[in-house]
C-alpha cells in the first residue's frame, strides 16, 4: 500500500490497537528500535496509546490489534474498529486464537469472579476469551507469544511494497532443521509442538533443548492425531497430552479439538 | 616407511597417532575440515580443529522416530554411524542470498552475491554419503541448469571416506547399492580398526591430492592380514544390516500402486513436517524469498530449504496441487524411488536410514514400500483417480 496507491499522495496511517493482552506484542513494535525508524518514515503512527498520547481519529489505513474479546464492550469496539480500518491485522497469540485467558472457556468464569473480586457485581465479562476472528473479517495474523519482530517488520514491508508477505505457514520443524538444531524429541524424547506448530519463531523453544509449546498455533494442515499417537509412545499421559494442546493456543479449533479428543479417549 | 607417493588404490596402513596431522596437513593447503562431533544429544557434524574433537569412544542406537548416543566399550573414532546432519549442509547450504537490490533513482541496481565459497575438507564421509554426493552432483551440476552455489562448493571439496565397521538398525545402504567399502569419489578412505589397545587405520587414496596427504602421515605397507581384517570388519558390519528394500521392478511398482490403501495409511501417520526432507542427503528442494526494505530502496532473494510436505510447495496460480498428506507423502516416496530414476537415471535414496530415525512419527520408508508391494486390490471408482483434494 505505497502512498501512490492509497491515491491521497501520504504515508499509510497505522493504529495499534489493544484488547485483553499483556501489552508484549505491541512492545515488539516498540522493541524493534533500529527498524522504528525506518517504520516510522515510511508510515504515520496515528493511534498508540501505548507509545505516544496522540490519538489521531481514524479511518486508518493499517490496523494492529493486539488481544482477545473478553468484554461485552470488547465485542462492540472490535466491531467500530474493523470499520475505520482499510485493513486489519491481529497480533499475537492472544487476538488470533483467544490466548492463555481462552483457559476459562473450560470452566465457570462467574465462579472465578465470585471468588476472585470483593464485590462481583462490578464484573461485567463475556463466558468466553476469543480470537478477534470471530467477530470481525481479518485481513491478516501473526501469531506468537509474543509476535516475532522479524515477522512484523516483513509484513510491515511486504505492505508498503505492495506484495505477499512471507509468512510461512508450515512446521516449526522446517525452521528447526534449517537451523541445525538436533530434534528433541527423537534424540531426547522430549514431548514437542513443532510438527503440529506453524513456524514462524525460529524454533526458539527446541534451540534452548525445550519443547516447543505450540504459541504460534496450529500450522497450514496439524495432524494432531499423529502428534498424540507420539506422546503416547513418548510415555506422556493423557492429562498432560491434553495440557500440551491446551496451552497458549489453546481455543485454536485443531488444538481445542485434539485436547477433548484426548479427554474423551 | 612409504618414500614415493602412495599409489592411488592401494591400502596402506596408520596408527591412530599417525593420523594427528591429518587437520593440520588440510589446513595448510587452504581447507576448512568439518567432521562429526558430539553436540548436545548427538553427533553432528561441524568445524574440526583437531581430531581430538571427534567422538571417540561413541556409538548412536537408532530406531524409526528415536536416537540415542551411547558410551561404547572401546574408543573407536567412528564407532557410529550417521546423525541428524548430512553434509548437504556444506554444499547445498540451507539458507543462502542469491542477490540483492538497491535503489538507483527510478532504476535499481542488483547487487551480485560474490562472497567465496568456503573450502571444505570433510573428514569422516561414509560410503552411503559419497553415493548422495553423486546423487546431488547428477541434480545440481546439471550440464544446463548448474547451480552456483554447490558448484563453488563442490570443486573445492577434498572427501576423507571412512569405511563403516558398524551398522545401525535403521541402515539399508546394501538394498541401495552405496554400501561400503567406498570404491570411487574419494581423496583419502579410512577403514578403522580397534582391538583392544591396538587402533590402526588401513588408508587409501582416491586421487593425487589424497596421496599427498597421506604421504605425510607417513604411510606403512599393510599386510594382507590387515587388509583381510579390514574387509571382514565392513564385511560383518553389512551382513548384519536389519533393513532392506526390495529394488527390482519397485519404480513400475510405484507408478501401478498410485492408488494403493496404504498411502491412506502413512497420511493418517504423517505430520506433514518435513523432517524427513530435510535430513535426507539427496532431497534439494528450494524455495525463494523475496524481500523487500521497510524503506523500499532495498530488496534481496533468499533461497531456502524447502520440502515437498508443505502446501505452499506446490502452490501455482489458484492454490496448492497437493492438499493432502496422502498426495504429499506419495510425491515424496515415489519421487524418491521412482521419478527420480526417470529424472537423473538412479533413485534419490542411499538407505541411510536418516527419514527413518528422524521422522517425529517413527514412519519407515522400508515398511510402507514393503506395504506397497502388497497387491492394491480392486481400483477403485473404475479405476480413476479418486476425486476430492489429491
Ligand atoms: S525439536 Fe520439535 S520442532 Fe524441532 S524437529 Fe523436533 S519435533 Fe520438530
Ligand atoms: S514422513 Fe515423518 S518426517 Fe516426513 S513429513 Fe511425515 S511425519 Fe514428518
Ligand atoms: S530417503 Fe531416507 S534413507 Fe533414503 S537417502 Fe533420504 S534420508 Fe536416507
Same mark, same amino acid.
Given at each position: 500500500?505505497?502512498?501512490?496507491?492509497?491515491?491521497?499522495?501520504?504515508?499509510?496511517?497505522?493504529?495499534?490497537?489493544?484488547?485483553?493482552?499483556?501489552?508484549?506484542?505491541?512492545?515488539?513494535?516498540?522493541?524493534?528500535?533500529?527498524?522504528?525508524?525506518?517504520?516510522?518514515?515510511?508510515?504515520?503512527?496515528?493511534?498508540?496509546?501505548?507509545?505516544?498520547?496522540?490519538?489521531?481519529?481514524?479511518?486508518?489505513?493499517?490496523?494492529?490489534?493486539?488481544?482477545?474479546?473478553?468484554?461485552?464492550?470488547?465485542?462492540?469496539?472490535?466491531?467500530?474498529?474493523?470499520?475505520? $480500518?482499510?485493513?486489519?491485522?491481529?497480533?499475537?497469540?492472544?487476538?488470533?486464537?483467544?490466548?492463555?485467558?481462552?483457559?476459562?472457556?473450560?470452566?465457570?468464569?462467574?465462579?472465578?469472579?465470585?471468588? &476472585?473480586?470483593?464485590?462481583?457485581?462490578?464484573?461485567?465479562?463475556?463466558?468466553?476469551?476469543?480470537?478477534?476472528?470471530?467477530?470481525?473479517?481479518?485481513?491478516?495474523?501473526?501469531?506468537?507469544?509474543?509476535?516475532?519482530?522479524?515477522? *512484523?517488520?516483513?509484513?510491515?514491508?511486504?505492505?508498503?511494497?505492495?506484495r505477499k508477505p512471507n509468512i510461512p505457514t508450515y512446521s516449526v520443524c522446517l525452521e528447526?532443521k534449517r537451523?541445525?538444531?538436533? $530434534?528433541?524429541?527423537?534424540?531426547?524424547?522430549?514431548?514437542?509442538?513443532?510438527p503440529v506448530t506453524q513456524a514462524g519463531?525460529?524454533?526458539?523453544?527446541?534451540?534452548?533443548?525445550?519443547?516447543?509449546?505450540?504459541?504460534?498455533?496450529p500450522m497450514e494442515s496439524p495432524n494432531?492425531?499423529s502428534?498424540?499417537?507420539?506422546?503416547?509412545?513418548?510415555?506422556?499421559?493423557?492429562?498432560?497430552?491434553?495440557?500440551?494442546?491446551? +496451552?497458549?493456543?489453546?481455543?485454536?479449533?485443531q488444538?481445542?479439538?485434539?485436547?477433548?479428543?484426548?479427554?474423551?479417549? | 616407511?612409504?618414500?614415493?607417493?602412495?599409489?592411488?588404490?592401494?591400502?596402506?596402513?596408520?596408527?591412530?597417532?599417525?593420523?594427528?596431522?591429518?587437520?593440520?596437513? *588440510?589446513?595448510?593447503?587452504?581447507?576448512?575440515?568439518?567432521?562429526?562431533?558430539?553436540?548436545?544429544?548427538?553427533?553432528?557434524?561441524?568445524?574440526?580443529?583437531?581430531?581430538?574433537?571427534?567422538?571417540?569412544?561413541?556409538?548412536?542406537?537408532?530406531?524409526? +522416530?528415536?536416537?540415542?548416543?551411547?558410551?561404547?566399550?572401546?574408543?573407536?573414532?567412528?564407532?557410529?554411524?550417521?546423525?541428524?546432519?548430512?553434509?548437504?549442509?556444506?554444499?547445498h547450504?540451507p539458507e543462502?542470498?542469491l542477490?540483492?537490490?538497491?535503489?538507483?533513482?527510478?532504476?535499481?541496481?542488483?547487487?551480485?552475491?560474490?562472497?567465496?565459497?568456503?573450502?571444505?575438507?570433510?573428514?569422516?564421509?561414509?560410503?552411503?554419503?559419497?553415493?548422495?554426493?553423486?546423487?546431488?552432483?547428477?541434480v545440481l551440476?546439471?550440464?544446463?541448469y548448474?547451480d &552456483?552455489?554447490?558448484?563453488?562448493?563442490?570443486?573445492?571439496?577434498?572427501?576423507?571416506?571412512?569405511?563403516?565397521?558398524?551398522?545401525?538398525?535403521?541402515?539399508?545402504?546394501?538394498?541401495?547399492?552405496?554400501?561400503?567399502?567406498?570404491?570411487?569419489?574419494?581423496? *583419502?578412505?579410512?577403514?578403522?580398526?580397534?582391538?583392544?589397545?591396538?587402533?590402526?587405520?588401513?588408508?587409501?587414496?582416491?586421487?593425487?591430492?589424497?596421496?599427498?596427504?597421506?604421504?605425510?602421515?607417513?604411510?606403512?605397507?599393510?599386510?594382507?592380514?590387515?587388509?583381510?581384517?579390514?574387509?571382514?570388519?565392513?564385511?560383518?558390519?553389512?551382513?548384519?544390516?536389519?533393513?532392506?528394500?526390495?529394488?527390482?521392478?519397485?519404480r513400475?511398482?510405484l507408478y501401478?500402486h498410485f492408488e494403493h490403501?496404504r498411502w491412506e495409511?502413512a497420511a493418517a501417520r504423517c505430520l506433514c513436517c518435513g523432517n524427513c526432507t530435510m535430513v535426507c542427503?539427496t532431497c534439494f528442494c528450494t524455495t525463494v524469498e523475496d524481500?523487500?526494505?521497510?524503506?523500499?530502496?532495498?530488496?534481496?532473494r533468499l533461497r531456502k530449504w524447502d520440502s515437498c510436505f508443505s502446501e505452499n510447495f506446490s502452490y501455482i496460480h489458484g492454490g496448492s496441487v497437493r492438499m493432502s498428506a496422502k498426495s504429499r507423502y506419495r510425491q515424496w516416496l515415489t519421487h524418491k524411488l521412482a521419478a527420480w530414476v526417470d529424472q537423473f537415471?538412479?533413485a534419490g535414496c542411499?538407505?541411510?536410514?536418516?527419514c527413518?530415525?528422524?521422522c517425529?512419527a517413527?514412519i519407515?520408508l522400508?515398511?510402507e514400500?514393503?506395504?506397497l508391494?502388497?497387491?492394491?486390490?480392486?481400483?477403485?471408482?473404475?479405476?480413476h483417480p479418486a476425486p476430492g483434494p489429491r
Amino acid at each position: 500500500m505505497s502512498s501512490e496507491e492509497n491515491g491521497q499522495g501520504r504515508k499509510p496511517t497505522v493504529a495499534v490497537f489493544k484488547f485483553a493482552s499483556c501489552d508484549g506484542c505491541q512492545l515488539t513494535l516498540l522493541d524493534a528500535e533500529d527498524e522504528l525508524l525506518e517504520v516510522a518514515d515510511a508510515v504515520e503512527i496515528v493511534y498508540f496509546p501505548e507509545a505516544t498520547s496522540t490519538m489521531i481519529k481514524g479511518p486508518y489505513d493499517i490496523g494492529l490489534v493486539e488481544g482477545s474479546i473478553t468484554t461485552h464492550h470488547d465485542a462492540e469496539r472490535i466491531q467500530q474498529i474493523r470499520r475505520q $480500518c482499510r485493513t486489519l491485522v491481529t497480533i499475537g497469540v492472544c487476538a488470533t486464537s483467544g490466548g492463555l485467558q481462552a483457559l476459562r472457556n473450560w470452566k465457570d468464569v462467574g465462579e472465578f469472579v465470585r471468588r &476472585v473480586y470483593a464485590k462481583p457485581d462490578f464484573i461485567s465479562t463475556l463466558k468466553m476469551s476469543t480470537p478477534v476472528a470471530e467477530h470481525v473479517p481479518v485481513d491478516f495474523e501473526l501469531r506468537g507469544c509474543p509476535i516475532s519482530k522479524g515477522q *512484523l517488520l516483513e509484513l510491515i514491508s511486504a505492505m508498503l511494497a505492495g506484495r505477499k508477505p512471507n509468512i510461512p505457514t508450515y512446521s516449526v520443524c522446517l525452521e528447526c532443521k534449517r537451523r541445525d538444531n538436533i $530434534c528433541v524429541m527423537v534424540a531426547e524424547g522430549i514431548p514437542c509442538m513443532g510438527p503440529v506448530t506453524q513456524a514462524g519463531c525460529g524454533a526458539l523453544c527446541p534451540s534452548f533443548r525445550r519443547g516447543c509449546f505450540g504459541c504460534f498455533g496450529p500450522m497450514e494442515s496439524p495432524n494432531t492425531a499423529s502428534l498424540t499417537a507420539q506422546f503416547r509412545v513418548l510415555g506422556q499421559s493423557d492429562e498432560e497430552i491434553v495440557r500440551a494442546f491446551r +496451552g497458549f493456543s489453546a481455543w485454536a479449533w485443531q488444538f481445542r479439538q485434539a485436547g477433548e479428543e484426548c479427554e474423551r479417549s | 616407511m612409504v618414500t614415493n607417493l602412495p599409489a592411488i588404490g592401494t591400502q596402506f596402513l596408520l596408527d591412530a597417532a599417525a593420523l594427528a596431522p591429518l587437520i593440520p596437513s *588440510l589446513e595448510r593447503r587452504g581447507y576448512q575440515v568439518a567432521g562429526p562431533t558430539i553436540r548436545g544429544a548427538a553427533i553432528v557434524y561441524d568445524t574440526l580443529h583437531s581430531l581430538d574433537e571427534l567422538p571417540a569412544g561413541w556409538t548412536t542406537e537408532h530406531e524409526a +522416530g528415536t536416537y540415542r548416543l551411547k558410551k561404547r566399550a572401546d574408543d573407536a573414532w567412528f564407532g557410529f554411524t550417521v546423525g541428524p546432519d548430512s553434509w548437504k549442509r556444506y554444499l547445498h547450504p540451507p539458507e543462502a542470498r542469491l542477490f540483492a537490490a538497491r535503489r538507483d533513482g527510478q532504476s535499481f541496481q542488483i547487487v551480485e552475491e560474490n562472497a567465496e565459497a568456503p573450502r571444505w575438507a570433510l573428514v569422516g564421509v561414509r560410503s552411503c554419503e559419497l553415493a548422495a554426493i553423486a546423487i546431488q552432483d547428477r541434480v545440481l551440476l546439471g550440464e544446463h541448469y548448474g547451480d &552456483v552455489i554447490y558448484e563453488a562448493r563442490r570443486r573445492g571439496l577434498f572427501l576423507v571416506a571412512v569405511n563403516c565397521t558398524v551398522n545401525s538398525p535403521t541402515c539399508f545402504c546394501v538394498s541401495m547399492h552405496s554400501a561400503p567399502p567406498a570404491e570411487a569419489g574419494f581423496d *583419502l578412505a579410512l577403514t578403522e580398526l580397534v582391538e583392544g589397545p591396538r587402533h590402526r587405520f588401513l588408508a587409501e587414496a582416491g586421487s593425487r591430492q589424497g596421496a599427498e596427504v597421506l604421504a605425510e602421515l607417513g604411510p606403512a605397507e599393510a599386510t594382507a592380514t590387515d587388509r583381510r581384517e579390514a574387509e571382514e570388519a565392513i564385511k560383518k558390519a553389512m551382513g548384519g544390516l536389519q533393513r532392506s528394500m526390495r529394488t527390482a521392478g519397485l519404480r513400475e511398482m510405484l507408478y501401478e500402486h498410485f492408488e494403493h490403501p496404504r498411502w491412506e495409511d502413512a497420511a493418517a501417520r504423517c505430520l506433514c513436517c518435513g523432517n524427513c526432507t530435510m535430513v535426507c542427503p539427496t532431497c534439494f528442494c528450494t524455495t525463494v524469498e523475496d524481500r523487500s526494505a521497510v524503506d523500499g530502496n532495498g530488496a534481496e532473494r533468499l533461497r531456502k530449504w524447502d520440502s515437498c510436505f508443505s502446501e505452499n510447495f506446490s502452490y501455482i496460480h489458484g492454490g496448492s496441487v497437493r492438499m493432502s498428506a496422502k498426495s504429499r507423502y506419495r510425491q515424496w516416496l515415489t519421487h524418491k524411488l521412482a521419478a527420480w530414476v526417470d529424472q537423473f537415471g538412479s533413485a534419490g535414496c542411499v538407505g541411510c536410514g536418516r527419514c527413518i530415525t528422524w521422522c517425529p512419527a517413527g514412519i519407515d520408508l522400508t515398511k510402507e514400500v514393503a506395504a506397497l508391494w502388497e497387491p492394491a486390490g480392486p481400483p477403485r471408482n473404475g479405476g480413476h483417480p479418486a476425486p476430492g483434494p489429491r
